[in-house]
Nanobody, 125 residues
Framework: QLQLVESGGGLVQPGGSLRLSCVASGDTLDFYAVGWFRQAPGKEREGVSCIGSSGSITNFADSVKGRFTISRDSTKNTVYLQMNSLKPEDTAIYYC??????????????????WGQGTPVTVTS
């Protein structure tokens, strides 16, 4: 059974960068589309980006275009989210999720194959 664990969150100043990792166990992550989501305090969960099993990328959030980049490393069974030029409004708990039906299924965030437990990101001066 696929399991996901996120890491890399933390406290960063505006304009700074973080790289989040989503490490998989129990199965090969290459078989899955993997997405990143975030949920800010008092707000609904928001899809950020998704990478398909073929490496194709779908960005869900216009607010992160040009600043966030999703990638995968098959040798490490890991998907990353590189976050640059961070803003206070990027503050949230970030989650990764995976599904073998592709990014269109990930976008719906409904009964996905696996979710991670989340990693907090705080952007503040």
């Amino acid at each position: 059974q696929l399991q996901l664990v996120e890491s890399g969150g933390g406290l960063v100043q505006p304009g700074g960068s973080l790289r989040l990792s989503c490490v998989a166990s129990g199965d090969t992550l290459d078989f899955y589309a993997v997405g990143w989501f975030r949920q800010a305090p008092g707000k609904e969960r928001e899809g950020v980006s998704c990478i398909g099993s073929s490496g194709s990328i779908t960005n869900f959030a216009d607010s992160v275009k040009g600043r966030f980049t999703i990638s995968r490393d098959s040798t490490k069974n890991t998907v990353y989210l590189q976050m640059n030029s961070l803003k206070p409004e990027d503050t949230a708990i970030y989650y990764c999720a995976a599904d073998n039906l592709g990014c269109s299924a990930v976008r719906l965030a409904y009964e996905l194959d696996a979710w991670g437990q989340g990693t907090p990101v705080t952007v503040t001066s």
